[in-house]
């Protein structure tokens, strides 16, 4: 009797270990349409990329790229996600906002580089995010966290220290070269490039240090905050950091590999379509936002609106410090011209977006009021996009 009931055992015992292989492969699939996808297109050199005599096929090739892009880069956010569940704050949504801003640097380089100069992309590209995250994600972080919780709760501190740096280098990068004259237009000079270069790494560094040592706990979820321990957060399917952390690398490497890609059909479709220069950009920041606004408004949903706003200020923040000083270090190595000052309605549409987020988070709680405000300007900037 004991020799069959051992045989029966082993399939069940191999069944058991094949299943959560089995789910691995169906959970990963993105990574195949992904390499795939990178295959295809770098296997053919420029021919698909560079189609511009055909419209139809140009849009499908922008598409494509833009659906896989996207679909790697939610990738990215989850396991990123997972490793916050395993570290905790805010070590997990440093993680998510660092892959997210190395993203956004390699397609901003790329477009750059590809083509014909284009001066104000990696304004427009800055600018954007800017507008998304902190008008369109945050509206809506607020507006249906305060539809589903009526008030939520957040650490002043953490929110004050974010708004501290985002205002400092927000004006000192996209509104001063509008008014030096060393060199004319919205423009810095060598000298005031690399001076700018240095303090925007300097307080993003410092920025660091506070938010994961010295004051880690201001951005820590607020004791007011009442989080319910639903399975929202915790129903991803959480492995070893030794599965995540390499997932995220891969991932995050097959969205580099198609960003280059990208920009040409990004630039030809602008080029044949007669859009605005500024769309470039927004769809640059909407490629580099969508996962972190989709993980932000979860956070919401779970009434962790601490997690929400580190995600998002967090993103404007690393944007800032760390693409700003991207975007003229390219500058200074190519000898390309970039312009930097925001300008025409531009200009005032971002002073107000930043006064507003002041005032926004000026209490420790929010309501539904403050979000509606905040996708009025959101709207404000997609019109200024098609009707500047």
Request: aromatic letters at 8%.
């Amino acid at each position: 009797m004991l020799a069959p009931m051992s045989g029966k055992a082993k399939p069940s015992h191999q069944a058991k270990s094949a299943r959560p292989f089995g789910e691995n492969i169906r959970r990963e699939f993105p990574l195949l349409i992904g390499l795939g996808t990178v295959a295809i297109f770098w296997g053919t050199g420029s021919r698909l990329v560079e189609i511009i005599a055909h419209p139809i096929t140009l849009i499908v090739v922008f598409l494509w790229l833009f659906a896989v892009i996207l679909w790697s880069a939610v990738s990215v956010a989850r396991h990123a996600d997972c490793l916050a569940i395993k570290w905790g704050e805010p070590y997990g949504t440093l993680v998510l906002t660092l892959s997210a801003i190395t993203i956004e640097v390699v397609m901003v380089s790329t477009a750059m580089l590809h083509g014909e100069n284009n001066p104000a992309l990696g304004r427009d590209a800055i600018f954007s995010v800017m507008m998304i995250a902190l008008n369109g994600f945050v509206g809506l972080s607020l507006l249906i966290g305060g539809l589903r919780h009526r008030e939520q709760y957040y650490n002043l501190q953490g929110v004050n220290s974010y708004l501290n740096v985002i205002m400092t280098l927000a004006v000192l990068g996209l509104v001063l070269p509008n008014f030096t004259t060393t060199t004319g237009g919205p423009t810095f000079s060598t000298g005031q490039q690399i001076f700018l270069i240095v303090v925007a790494l300097f307080l993003y560094a410092i920025f660091l240090v506070i938010q994961t040592m010295r004051h880690s706990g201001y951005f820590m979820e607020s004791e007011h905050a009442g989080v319910a321990a639903g399975p929202g957060h915790h129903s991803l399917h959480v492995q070893s950091t030794a599965f995540h952390a390499p997932m995220l690398l891969v991932y995050l490497i097959v969205v580099i590999l198609l960003a280059e890609k990208f920009a040409i059909p990004l630039d030809n479709s602008m080029e044949k379509f007669g859009l605005p220069q500024e769309f470039g950009g927004a769809m640059i920041a909407a490629l580099v936002l969508t996962p972190e606004g989709i993980g932000a408004i979860q956070a919401t949903l779970r009434n962790q609106l601490q997690r929400s706003i580190n995600i998002l200020l967090g993103s404007v923040l690393a944007t800032i410090g760390l693409t700003i000083p991207a975007v003229l270090t390219i500058s200074l190595i190519t000898k390309r011209p970039v312009t930097l000052g925001v300008q025409g309605g531009n200009l005032p549409l971002l002073l107000l977006t930043l006064a507003v987020s002041v005032v926004t988070f000026t209490s420790r709680r929010t309501n539904i009021l403050q979000g509606c405000v905040h996708l009025l300007l959101f709207a404000v900037f997609v019109l200024l996009i098609f009707a500047p």
